[in-house]
């Protein structure tokens, strides 16, 4: 019996972000739309569009390979598990065994491993731009989230992400450093879903030249399951953010359809938080130059770094 | 009984390295000798894995000093050595069948190759410093015959030479620290060695002399300028076999005298082998991201992994030192994972690079390019390399990664300060060496194999054999078989982890689901298979929802590209502006990039260049001036060459006198 | 309750850590002396905190002349000061900003490891203060020598000041008239280094240190 409610509890969560993250996606829009004085689109605007692209024909460059045709369905499906494997709205999900944080964070090393390669296949500048960049984007930030990481389950003395969320339920005391992972976790966060310092998710022409740069070639189904694997990352940043330093809310495992529900209300409540601090973040400021990206994923590798060895320092001395 | 067959199998293995002398070259002998190989592999394969109860085998043989004879033994850690050295040497005997008719001069590659399995083995097997050492020595020479298989080639000629430079080197340090280890009495055998007490400054020279023996085998910065250019010089199943096996059997050398013969460890052994892995590793890869010579970017990558074990090695020791036994299991369980790992990404990718350079006869990937139409298969598999190696999950590269990880994670509870320094430094560059690999790997697969065919050789490519995507094929099923089911790998390893580290981790079959808990799973687990599964099954329903209920039509039409793609193929992203990000934001720093531009003002003829400069500053601060003081030396010494018969014999007479009032002390 | 005041302490201190990084870090004047301003704005919280938790009214007296002074008087006066030198759009070269931050963070960790073992059988409250203390003077240091810059020097100058002014309020009953005295002499000293200025402008034309030494003759 508990066997199928853990199950269900899964499918749930599954079902939960896959449904949720085009609606944040809307939300932030909207959010932004209302700070600039404008009306801007529904909240269930992206989903419309989602559904558009999927009923359209997919146009595909004649010399697309069979990778760049298989590359969208991997690329969501793995972005995919990976959000529904963080804890949302219930701690201790029943599958959240397989991957603990650094497989998260490496499954979403895979993703964009593929995208970065998709990117490339068609043979255009403008994809080889995109995935250059990403590439080194990448290739500063995920060492940044895993020293982030680092501090984080030092602290709560695990690398599972349920654990870490009971632990710091139980233990509601402010440090320096994972006031420092914090920080960098944000940064990291804003550089990886390309959101405005970094990258603009507002336009689609070839000025943003990082993540749009890479799908430029992309149409109809395929561009729909990229559009909704990058909308689940940033729900599944949001959502580490939530279950690494905000865990109030969530309901504990095993629980029942009241504290579920309960913890559904605050996970929604949190994402609206977010939703608008970063709708206000966006707007009051401008994006930086490529070259000034590394500075800015620097500090926070830095902080990550810093905080880490804080926390091995204060152990045990 | 499983020793006696190795030792069977390495004979053979001599043996057919001389066939060639009795039969003169014909085609078929070097088809023959990979034959005879491949199944001596494999024997050699089963001797290793046959279930040998606790204790060590030893075998002693009235050959080599005659005090303490030839000695052979067969332990946990030998046998898991000769099963990746023969793995290794399996695969590519069955590549080499395929792709060994390429190469020009067959039948004398073939003959050295099996020489080169049999000193691999024979390094593995002895269990003494003499026979050791004989056989590392082998094991150099004949590779290095090897390297000079294309010795037409001045830049092949220059790369064995240094080669053979290193390598006597580095056995040059190792006999001087088999020489502290059997201190004056010249017990030569493992055993005695073993036994032996020594001094705390005698231990630290053998370490060093150690680190410099193993290190420069095994390409440890800053010992590593011969393996970019030694590795790519030969052909590719013989550089798979160094890079992916020989390496190994490098560590190998430094675990045994490190962990077995050198007693228990002191903290400060872990320092140099972490400080010098996490800098190899960093710098390796850096250098792989900026290449363009497939082989050169896959030995580079080499380093990087080789620094990747080397930390893992020295996470252990330090654990060990502090009496942490599980966590010393932890790292030490996930060096050697990486090694089996590493052994078997690292020639499957160096399969793909020869299969490139058989269908295109180019190395160059900026010569590359659209390979995955004109070779589908080759293209899947190297994909499945690059993943492994990029350490992604769900294949087996990710696995010994986080093994490493979660030992680090362990690790702050070790009292002493400068390990509270240096480890989360360690970590660190772990992290970013693992973060470059990937964008290293997306460039190389990237530029060689996707977009649009960059020279006529690559559009007009062919599949490779048989036999090549064979062999391929087989690494790449248990490149995926390692990292879904772990589990079954590190209890496998375990029981040398109990050998060496005195404790071991805890049984991963008996962790549910087929998932791996290094400590408990309150603390971490994984699970690749439950991971693969949920991803491919989530692939799959989404493809067949979309086409179901939406729409499956499609398509082909020109690219778009914001409106006009440019039809010449030079307009697409090449290797080097891929690294361009890379190389002005970590390259200055790591080795001093610059970038020319030579504009021509208006009104000249002159073409615009820009030039890149990359300088390697290990290889400037500390090769260079060594390089100059011997010719400086040398110079001098140069004039002894003239004297007269005279002054020879008054060298001479100095010299006896000399000796002579030394003894007399 | 005990608990949180100690966090509470060393959230600050360790703000103060990271404000003495970005001082590191930043390279247009304008920004740096806006950041100083946090840097004494973050030392008055802190040191306000203390105050309070140790009650310990005299430290108010020194959180408060680190707000009016250096919070408020210095960074507006300094913002002036360059404006009338017409150099607050400067950007300065910083050489290495990775290999400063990294030398930036292994100060910092070497402070910890030398401060908390020589502390240990301190008052828990003032033990990461200390060393967190000894970091932004060290870092202080370090943007001094980093540094060509004369304002930038004199800014740096400043942010090791307040790490001793941390490491005095978190010693418990630090003198009240060593810290006047110390924040007086910052004053002083940034008013001779402000006249200086301007006569080395008036004399030279600009306040870049690289052309005082060639005046020197040590360089040429």
Redesign the interface.
């Known amino acids: 019996m508990t066997i199928i409610f853990d199950l269900f509890a899964q499918i749930l969560q599954m079902a939960l972000v896959l449904l949720a993250a085009p609606l944040l996606i809307g939300f932030v829009r909207k959010v932004k739309a209302h700070l600039l004085r404008r009306q801007g689109p529904p909240i269930v605007q992206p989903w419309r569009d989602l559904l558009r692209l999927l009923r359209k024909e997919t146009v595909l460059a004649e010399n697309a390979s069979w990778f760049y045709r298989a590359a969208p369905y991997f690329i969501f499906a793995t972005t995919w598990v990976a959000a529904s494997l963080t804890p949302t709205f219930e701690n201790g999900l029943m599958f959240s065994w397989a991957a603990d944080l650094i497989a998260i964070i490496a499954l979403l090393g895979s993703a964009r491993f593929l995208l970065a390669l998709a990117g490339m296949d068609v043979g255009t500048s403008f994809g080889g731009i995109g995935s250059s960049r990403e590439a080194m984007f990448g290739s500063l930030a995920e060492p940044a989230t895993i020293m982030i990481v680092f501090t984080v389950s030092l602290v709560a003395g695990s690398t599972q992400l349920s654990e870490i969320a009971s632990y710091m339920l139980a233990h509601s005391e402010l440090r320096v450093s994972v006031g420092m992972a914090l920080i960098a976790l944000l940064i990291v966060a804003i550089a990886e879903n390309g959101r405005v310092p970094v990258d603009n998710p507002a336009t689609h022409l070839e000025l943003t030249m990082v993540h749009e740069a890479m799908i430029l070639e992309y149409s109809g189904r395929h561009l729909a399951l990229i559009e909704l694997a990058s909308a689940l990352k940033l729900l599944l940043y949001i959502s580490l953010i939530d279950c690494m330093f905000f865990p109030w809310g969530m309901a504990p495992h095993g629980a029942g359809v009241v504290e579920m529900a309960t913890g559904g209300v605050a996970f929604v409540f949190k994402l609206a938080v977010a939703g608008v601090l970063l709708a206000v973040f966006e707007t009051s400021t401008a994006k930086m130059r490529v070259f000034r990206v590394p500075d800015f994923l620097g500090a926070g590798l830095m902080l990550g770094l810093l905080a880490t060895l804080l926390v091995f320092v204060t152990r045990s001395l | 009984m499983p020793l006696y067959l190795a030792l069977v199998c390495v004979g053979g293995l001599i043996g057919v390295s001389s066939l060639p002398i009795y039969k003169r070259e014909t085609a078929g002998v070097a088809e023959l000798i990979y034959r005879l190989c491949l199944g001596i592999s494999a024997l050699l394969f089963v001797a290793a894995i046959i279930p040998r109860g606790a204790n060590a085998l030893d075998l002693t043989l009235p050959l080599g000093l005659p005090w303490i004879g030839m000695r052979l033994h067969l332990d946990a850690l030998t046998a898991f050595f000769l099963a990746v050295v023969n793995l290794g040497g399996a695969t590519a005997s069955v590549y080499a069948i395929g792709y060994g008719a390429h190469v020009s001069n067959p039948v004398r590659v073939a003959a050295f190759y099996a020489a080169f399995l049999a000193g691999m083995n024979l390094v593995v097997l002895a269990a003494d410093a003499y026979t050791f050492l004989v056989a590392w020595e082998f094991m150099s020479l004949a590779s290095w015959a090897l390297v000079l298989t294309h010795h037409h080639d001045a830049e092949n000629r220059r790369a064995s030479y240094i080669y053979l430079l290193m390598a006597s080197f580095g056995a040059l340090a190792l006999l001087m620290a088999f020489g502290v280890l059997g201190g004056v009495s010249g017990a030569y055998d493992f055993a005695s060695i073993r036994e032996a007490p020594r001094d705390s400054w005698q231990t630290g020279l053998v370490l060093a002399l150690v680190l410099l023996g193993a290190g420069s085998k095994a390409g440890l910065a800053p010992l590593h300028v011969w393996l970019p250019l030694a590795h790519p010089a030969a052909p590719s199943h013989v550089s798979a076999l160094m890079s992916g096996v020989m390496t190994k059997v490098a560590i190998y050398g430094f675990i045994r005298i490190v962990f077995d013969l050198l007693g228990p460890p002191a903290f400060w052994w872990s320092i140099e082998p972490m400080t010098f892995g996490a800098i190899s590793a960093v710098i390796a890869i850096l250098f792989a991201t900026l290449q363009s010579d497939l082989k050169k970017l896959l030995a580079y990558s080499t380093i990087e992994n080789i620094g990747v074990i080397f930390i893992g090695l020295g996470l252990s020791l330090a654990f060990k030192a502090n009496g942490m036994l599980v966590p010393a299991a932890v790292a030490f369980s996930a060096a050697l994972f990486h090694i089996f790992n590493h052994s078997l990404f690292k020639s499957l990718l160096f399969f793909g690079a020869g299969a490139v350079l058989t269908a295109t006869g180019e190395r160059n990937i900026e010569r590359l ?2 390979l ?2 004109s070779m ?1 298969k080759t ?1 899947f598999l190297f ?1 499945g390399g690059c ?1 492994a190696i ?4 769900p294949l087996n590269g ?1 696995v010994s990664e ?1 093994l490493m ?2 030992a ?2 362990l ?3 070790m ?1 002493q ?1 400068i390990l ?2 240096l ?3 360690v ?2 560059a772990l ?2 060496s ?3 690999g ?2 290293c ?3 190389a ?3 060689a194999f ?3 065919p960059r020279s006529d050789e690559a559009r007009e490519a062919k599949e490779v054999d048989q036999w090549s995507l064979g062999a391929m094929s087989f690494l790449l099923g248990l490149s995926l078989t390692a990292g879904l089911l772990p589990g079954f790998f590190i209890d496998t390893i375990s029981p040398v982890a109990k050998a060496f580290i005195g404790g071991r981790m805890p049984a991963q079959n008996e962790v549910g689901w087929l ?1 791996i808990a290094p400590v408990a ?7 690749g298979m ?2 693969f599964v ?7 329903a ?2 067949w929802l ?1 086409y179901k209920y ?13 409106g006009y ?1 440019e039809p010449s ?1 030079a ?3 090449t290797g080097s ?6 190389r ?2 970590l390259g200055v ?1 790591a080795f001093s990039a610059r970038e020319r531009l030579d504009m021509p003002l208006p009104g000249e003829t002159r073409a615009a260049r820009f030039s890149v400069q990359i300088q390697d500053r290990i290889f400037n601060f500390l090769y260079l001036p060594i390089t100059s003081a011997v010719a400086r030396i040398s110079n001098w010494l140069n004039a002894l060459n003239f004297l007269s018969i005279q002054e020879y014999l008054g060298l001479v007479f100095a010299a006896l006198v000399l000796l002579l009032v030394g003894v007399a002390r | 309750m005990e608990h949180l005041s100690l966090d509470i302490a060393q959230l600050l201190a360790g703000a103060l850590v990271l404000v003495s990084f970005m001082l590191l870090y930043q390279d247009r004047l304008q920004g740096l002396i806006n950041i100083f301003a946090l840097h004494a704005f973050v030392l008055t919280l802190s040191v306000a905190w203390q105050a309070y938790i140790q009650h310990a009214p005299h430290l108010y007296v020194t959180a408060g002349i680190a707000l009016i002074f250096k919070a408020l008087v210095i960074p507006i006066s300094l913002r002036t000061i360059i404006k009338r030198l017409r150099i607050h759009r400067t950007v300065e070269m910083i050489g290495g900003v990775g290999v400063t931050m990294l030398i930036g963070i292994f100060l910092t960790a070497l402070s910890l490891v030398v401060m908390l073992p020589a502390t240990a059988s301190a008052d828990p409250l003032a033990r990461e203060d200390i060393a967190f203390a000894l970091a932004i003077v060290l870092l202080g240091l370090l943007m001094m020598v980093t540094r060509r810059n004369a304002v930038s020097q004199i800014i740096g100058f400043m942010s090791l000041e307040n790490g001793l002014i941390l490491a005095a309020a978190g010693a418990n009953g630090m003198p009240l008239v060593v810290e006047i005295s110390v924040a007086f002499s910052v004053l002083i000293a940034f008013i001779i280094i402000g006249v200086f200025l301007f006569r080395i402008r008036e004399r030279f034309d600009t306040v870049d240190l690289y052309h005082l030494d060639r005046v020197r003759g040590e360089r040429n």
């Open positions: 390019g659209g995955i139409h589908p293209a994909l993943f990029a350490a992604l999950p990710f986080w990880f979660q680090i994670l690790s702050p509870t009292p300060w509270k320094l480890v989360p430094a970590g660190v992290a970013l693992a973060a470059l990937a964008s790997y997306v460039r697969y990237g530029v996707l977009g649009r998932s799973e309150s603390r971490s687990s994984y699970n439950l991971v949920l991803i491919v099954a989530s692939a799959w989404a493809r979309i939406w729409s499956g039509a499609t398509r082909r039409a020109p690219a778009w590209d914001c793609i193929t307009t697409q992203y502006s891929f690294a361009q990000p890379i002005r934001t720093i």
